[in-house]
T-cell receptor, first 114, second 115 residues
Framework: KQEVTQIPAALSVPEGENLVLNCSFT??????LQWFRQDPGKGLTSLLL?????REQTSGRLNASLDKSSGRSTLYIAASQPGDSATYLC?????????????FGQGTRLTINP | DGGITQSPKYLFRKEGQNVTLSCEQN?????MYWYRQDPGQGLRLIYY???????QKGDIAEGYSVSREKKESFPLTVTSAQKNPTAFYLC??????????????FGPGTRLTVL
């Protein structure tokens, strides 16, 4: 059964720093991996989608990489801002458990201090 | 504006009552999903629907029911059989039911509390 882990559970950094959030998954047989942002009490906002055949995707100050063979993905945030404070979730779409299912990690709660 | 709407934002239920959570999308997406989010846990799939008049159970379907009579609507009923329904419920949709490469987009959520 696919499992997704995000470490650390919480991270606090000063404004302006570049930072990396980590996501690992146990089964490399996936269709894609998606990164989301969630603000307190709100729904999820899709940030980046990486297909299994891709190595990375970029959107503005965000860059996500995927190493399927090692079961890892990273979300790189450049020049962090207080508005980046949120919980970041990664999710994989595993081949073995039905194409419609996303398996989520528990998230990393990020705080950017002014 | 295109998007997914969920109502109500907050819902309170007495024990033994059934309640229905609304999810509507105007994105013309074929597939719709219901997830449950609990503190300290990742999202878990309750039900999903690829096309109108068809839906499948997810990982935690017991105590829940759904219908898909219209493409844009996928209501979730939390029945009295659900033992611990207090949670944050999220509805999502994706462009094509069988297109495994497509992103899922989420609504703003409904917070259900059992009194």
């Amino acid at each position: 059964k696919q499992e997704v882990t995000q470490i650390p559970a919480a991270l606090s950094v000063p404004e302006g720093e570049n930072l990396v959030l980590n996501c690992s998954f146990t089964d490399s047989a996936i269709y894609n991996l998606q990164w989301f942002r969630q603000d307190p009490g709100k729904g999820l906002t899709s940030l980046l989608l990486i297909q299994s055949s891709q190595r990375e995707q970029t959107s503005g100050r965000l860059n996500a990489s995927l190493d399927k063979s090692s079961g890892r993905s990273t979300l790189y945030i450049a020049a962090s801002q207080p508005g980046d404070s949120a919980t970041y979730l990664c999710a994989v779409r595993p081949k073995a458990e039905g194409a419609q299912k996303l398996v989520f990690g528990q998230g990393t709660r990020l705080t950017i201090n002014p | 504006d295109g998007g997914i709407t969920q109502s109500p934002k907050y819902l309170f239920r007495k024990e033994g009552q059934n309640v229905t959570l609304s999810c509507e999308q105007n994105l013309n997406h074929d597939a719709m999903y219901w997830y449950r989010q609990d503190p300290g846990q990742g999202l878990r799939l309750i039900y999903y629907s690829q096309i109108v008049n068809d839906f499948q159970k997810g990982d935690i379907a017991e105590g829940y029911s759904v219908s898909r009579e219209k493409k844009e609507s996928f209501p979730l009923t939390v029945t009295s059989a659900q033992k611990n329904p207090t949670a944050f419920y999220l509805c999502a949709s994706s462009p094509e039911g069988l297109a495994i490469y497509n992103e899922q987009f989420f609504g703003p959520g409904t917070r259900l509390t059992v009194l």
